[in-house]
């Protein structure tokens, strides 16, 4: 299809997203506002039992973000120093960050050069004796392999959390993200598959001790007021962003039945000209990231941006080669699979209210730039 006028799209499309739940999104902001309850209260225990009902897991624990999610989570294990955990190297920073804030080193496994999850079959090499647990991160909205992970674990007698802060509402095998294995983690931020308007985060897992654990670490380890039994952190959940994501839950399954149509989509215009995403037959993604791979990244992304389609690129470098990690010692060459995908990767605009005629337009561009050579 040939466009001969130019269009301005958003990445992500947040706008005409609060415009249609606006009344909804409002309503729970005044109820907060009237009620003058702003730290924690009774929307905060709503939400949990609404998610934790539709993840399948007995509890959700509201946290302030993402990263305090999987942070909480380790400091409910007792992670510390000179403890190992094990994580992809190809994700965003936070997933290893919290590890090495607890003086754990992130031990690195490569990722799968479908998937762009962790490779499960490399997983076992890596485990010592100082291992403590597994970190799979469940990237672009598409659950890690999650079976094979878990029996890993469970024979090594390990822990695993998922971190899905990019897969609230994606399907593996007939079950939610955040709810196969020991704990799974979720981001809030604007523009995840379920996003609040601030930051925000949420644990979930069947086990009623690290529960009760990550419930007392998120205010300062206290049991009761002004008595603290651990040391812990500020990390609850802001109750105005739960009475927001309250709102937007009513809607997420609409979403992510949008969100899918959208990404086959995108598929179906680019398949022949760019990798776009691998999708393995047991599973749903939400596209929290629509991303595909090209050979020629920076004259895609570059013509892309000419013509009003904003990219992104999730992400320009794998973990072993930040700066922040170097101390770990890794090198270039070490993940080849990580370093491979991070030299091709690109997003495209994203979200359930992308329109077709956007859609059209961007997969346009696209080919119209392999075409023109
Ligand atoms: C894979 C992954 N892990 C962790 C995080 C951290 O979440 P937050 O930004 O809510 O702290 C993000 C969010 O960007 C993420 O994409």
Redesign the pocket.
């Known amino acids: 299809m040939a466009f001969l006028f130019q269009m301005k799209l958003n990445f992500i499309d947040l706008k005409s997203q609060y415009l249609k739940y606006k009344q909804d999104i409002d309503r729970e902001i005044s109820e907060v506002l009237e009620s003058t309850q702003f730290i924690m209260g009774s929307k905060i225990s709503e939400l949990e039992r609404m998610l934790a009902d539709y993840v399948g897991v007995r509890f959700g624990i509201g946290v302030s ?6 942070l909480l989570a380790l400091m409910a294990y007792g992670v510390k120093t000179g403890d190992e955990i094990i994580c992809p190297p190809f ?2 920073i ?2 290893a960050e919290v590890i090495s804030l607890l003086g754990a080193r992130p031990v690195f496994v490569d990722i799968d050069e479908k998937t762009y999850n962790i490779d499960p079959s490399l997983i076992e090499d890596k485990i010592a004796d100082k291992t403590r647990g597994i970190i799979a ?1 469940s ?1 672009y909205g598409q659950v890690a392999e999650m079976d094979a992970i878990n029996s890993i674990a469970q024979r090594k007698g390990i822990f695993v959390i998922e ?1 899905g ?2 897969s609230f509402g994606a399907a593996y095998k007939g079950r939610r993200s955040c709810g196969i294995p020991d704990v799974g983690v979720t ?3 604007p523009s ?1 598959p379920l996003g609040c308007y601030g ?3 949420m644990v979930f897992t069947d086990d009623e001790e690290i529960a009760k654990l990550i419930k007392s670490l998120r205010v300062h380890g206290q049991e009761k007021r002004y008595q603290h039994k651990y040391i812990g952190i500020n990390g609850r959940l802001d109750t105005i962003q739960a009475a927001i994501l309250i709102a937007k839950f009513r809607h997420l399954d609409e979403e992510i039945r949008l969100r899918e149509t959208k990404g086959s989509y995108y598929s179906e215009g680019l398949k022949d000209v760019v990798i776009t995403p691998f999708m393995e037959e047991y599973n749903t993604s939400v596209y ?1 990231q629509y991303s595909i791979m090209t050979d020629r990244r920076d004259g895609l992304s570059k013509y892309l941006n000419d013509n009003g389609v904003p990219t992104a690129i999730h992400y320009p470098a794998p973990l072993h080669l930040q700066e922040a990690f170097s101390y770990l010692g890794y090198r270039e060459g070490d993940f080849p699979v990580s370093e491979m995908v991070a030299k091709g990767i690109l997003s495209l605009p994203m979200s359930p209210f992308i329109t077709q005629a956007e859609q059209d337009y961007v997969i346009g561009k696209v080919r119209g730039f392999y075409k023109s050579g």
Do not use: E, N
């Open positions: 973000s993402g990263t305090d999610a999987i994700t965003f936070a997933t991160v990237l971190d802060c990019q981001s809030f931020f995840k930051d925000g985060g929290a």
